[in-house]
């Protein structure tokens, strides 16, 4: 194919005179624009480009956020409105800031933590701060009470459901960061243990962090849980936290 280039002197009603470059392709005579008005052509249509790619990730994370099912009332907590007015308390604010803070090496190794502490000691506004900080980043998290869970698991064997134990399992499995609350608030029967294993275990199995919030101290906990989650929780560098002061809310 013949192809030749050549110039010529123009006039852009906008930016005045200018060199036309000129390419002609067989038959074809292409170019002449102003280099000037081609250039803010182009920064619009990537203006435009990255507004809706904003917007798409907007929708992307606010998606994220309501599946996330992180209680109203921890929905505004961040690590800058914890009070941390104890060397306890400024511990567990500098733990969870660098959990946070070092995704990429969390979710690498599957770190998980565990808050032990009585109610109202400030577990579930640092567990949903962190949730909070990776949402905004678009990582999928998801809050749940041990409760909550096993209902939403037994719903799968109800006659007519067309879902099963391990299609409801995988909705606890799947999210990078799960937060599982009331770990302890109540004896649970020896399937809901089970069902309670098998969670953290694929959770564990595919390296996704978990942050357990039980009233429970250490002993109790490993008593409840059992030796197998517990170790699984402390695997990767997994730390429990003592919320060892009183409730704020006494």
């Not at 905004?136 to 041990?146: C, D, E, N, Y």
């Amino acid at each position: 194919m013949d192809a030749s280039n050549s110039t010529a002197i123009r006039i852009c009603d906008k930016h005045g005179e200018y060199e036309a470059r000129f390419f002609r392709i067989g038959e074809r005579t292409l170019g002449g624009n102003c280099q000037k008005c081609d250039a803010e052509r182009e920064a619009v249509a990537k203006e435009r480009k990255d507004q809706i790619a904003a917007a798409d990730e907007k929708r992307r994370i606010e998606a994220l956020i309501q599946r996330a099912a992180i209680p109203q009332r921890f929905q505004s907590r961040t690590f800058a409105n914890y009070v941390a007015s104890t060397d306890g308390q400024a511990r567990a604010l500098r733990v969870a800031t660098a959990y946070a803070e070092s995704w990429d090496e969390v979710r690498e190794r599957g770190t998980c933590l565990i808050f032990s502490g009585k109610a109202g000691t400030g577990k579930t506004h640092l567990a949903c701060a962190i949730a909070n900080f990776l949402l905004a980043k678009g990582v999928a998290s998801l809050f749940t009470t041990v409760s909550d869970a096993m209902r939403a698991i037994k719903r799968s064997y109800d006659p007519g459901i067309a879902l099963t134990e391990t299609d409801a399992l995988r909705a606890f499995v799947d999210p990078s960061l799960l937060i599982f609350d009331e770990v302890g608030g109540s004896k649970g029967t020896e399937h809901e243990t089970q069902l309670m294993f098998d969670i953290i275990n694929k959770r564990y199995e595919n390296c996704r962090p978990t942050i357990v919030l039980t009233n429970l101290d250490p002993a109790a906990l490993r008593d409840h849980l059992g030796e197998r989650v517990t170790d699984r929780l402390r695997e990767g560098g997994g730390k429990l936290i003592p919320f060892s002061w009183e409730s704020h809310r006494s």
